[in-house]
């Protein structure tokens, strides 16, 4: 995707890329991987423990449900930051729950909230099927959201999970999942970031000023500026990256005078004892408004056509 009003005519020399797996198989088999050497050098030790009490707690509930867990987001990126992050995760299952299943489910992750409070589990439960058809057309299913257990939502059902699967997630538990079997779908995932791209317009900008009055907090220009930095990463090389590499990205793709906004961004994430580089919050915030403003406008402006709302 070429940028328009940002880039310049100016090309990137380098586009971090997120790490990789190495390509395997998506359909169960008897044997476990736990903890795959490989996979787990990048992944933070309290992502993997939560992921450790998520399957026990699981397997005590519903006993031989859960066949592979799949860490997907910051923690198979090796961006995983204790104060920020939540642990994501894909548990697959060989046949959706049943109602008797579901309370039990419900119950294991109200007991794990309450033990283990942070960093909280996101995620999704899917089938194999699922994994293999894709978000596009596929139910509703299981879900939890900041610990919060759900029997049925579209939580997580997007291209970005499937992508992510493909190209970074650390396996827990199963077979690694970046083989043929794993649904793929480059063109959805650029409909999803653009549309996603329009979402953060209308939250940050629209005439509703809650959200605006979020950017006076140092968490809400950390997702505002590297989110948006993120999507746009994704509309130029369909690659999911993590959000620190998201920053770098924005750092040699965009003109300098919105470095400042993203080395901002970089620091909370990464560096939040640091010194602010801002005087105050509300000069912050205007360069945070102002940056996702000039993001979408390019986005849009690029000749990428969004094609109506995400699929799945």
């Given amino acids: 995707m070429r940028t328009a009003a940002l880039r310049r005519g100016a090309s990137p020399t380098r586009v971090p890329e997120a790490p990789r797996t190495n390509p395997g198989t998506c359909s169960p088999r008897s044997s476990e991987q736990l903890h795959e050497p490989v996979e787990t050098m990048i992944t933070h030790p309290l992502a993997l423990g939560v992921a450790d009490a998520h399957l026990a707690a699981v397997d005590t509930a519903v006993p031989d449900f859960v066949e592979a867990l799949y860490l997907v987001g910051s923690a198979a990126m090796g961006d995983f930051r204790p104060s920020l992050s939540d642990v994501d995760f894909v548990a697959v299952t060989q046949a959706r729950p049943g109602n008797g299943e579901l309370v039990a489910l419900a119950e294991a992750h109200a007991r794990l909230a309450l033990e283990r409070p942070t960093p909280a589990l996101d995620g999704i439960y899917l089938t194999w099927d699922d994994l293999r058809d894709g978000p596009v057309g596929i139910p509703d299913g299981p879900c939890v959201q900041r ?116 080395d901002e961004a970089l620091r909370i994430r990464r560096e939040p004892a640091a010194a602010c580089l801002y005087e105050t919050p509300g000069e912050r915030r205007r360069d945070a408004l102002a940056f996702v403003r000039a993001v979408a406008d390019d986005a849009r402006a690029s000749g990428t056509d969004g094609g109506g709302p995400p699929p799945g």
């Fill in 147 to 262: 610990g919060r257990f759900f029997a049925s939502g579209c939580h997580d059902r997007h291209p970005l999970t499937w992508s992510v699967l493909g190209t970074s997630a650390v396996t827990v538990r199963g077979p690694l999942c970046a083989g043929t079997g794993l649904w793929r779908g480059a063109a959805h995932l650029e409909r999803w970031a653009l549309a996603g791209v329009d979402e953060c317009r209308g939250r940050w900008l629209g005439t509703d000023t809650a959200d605006e009055a979020t950017l006076l907090a140092a968490d809400g220009v950390e997702r505002a500026v590297l989110g948006m930095c993120r999507l746009h990463y994704i509309l130029a090389t369909r690659v999911v990256p993590s959000k620190s590499d998201a920053g770098l990205y924005g750092l040699i793709t965009f003109p300098p005078e919105w470095h400042r906004v993203i």
